[in-house]
Nanobody, 121 residues
């Protein structure tokens, strides 16, 4: 059973920064998986944000966050991060991390419960 727990969400003003964390627990070792971040705003479908391969190469971002968000992983700490800067109100959403066999915009097998990010204008 893959268990992922997100944290680090909160309320921030536009232009501010947050760092989200996704920790794997139990017998889950994230170096076995590509990892991704997704988000879902109220009334909208879940959308891809960023992905990173098993050993940290080839990060890939949605156009809407490119240059502002950075995905990183620390396999020794069993944790993936999403550093978010220059936040905009349209970044407001529940953010989810996911684990899968290949880095990409789809195809993830395991999901966390999400953490709320709210950006005020």
């Amino acid at each position: 059973q893959v268990q992922l727990v997100e944290s680090g969400g909160g309320l921030v003003q536009a232009g501010g920064s947050l760092r989200l964390s996704c920790a794997a627990s139990g017998r889950t070792f994230i170096n076995n998986y590509a990892m991704g971040w997704f988000r879902q705003a109220p009334g909208l479908e879940r959308q891809f944000v960023a992905t990173i391969s098993r050993f940290g190469s080839s990060p890939y971002y949605a156009d809407s966050v490119k240059g502002r968000f950075t995905i990183a992983r620390d396999n020794a700490k069993n944790t993936v991060y999403l550093q978010m800067t220059s936040l905009k109100p349209e970044d407001t959403a529940v953010y989810y991390c996911a684990a899968g066999q290949r880095a990409g915009v789809t195809g993830y097998d395991y999901w966390g419960q999400g953490t709320q990010v709210t950006v005020s204008s």
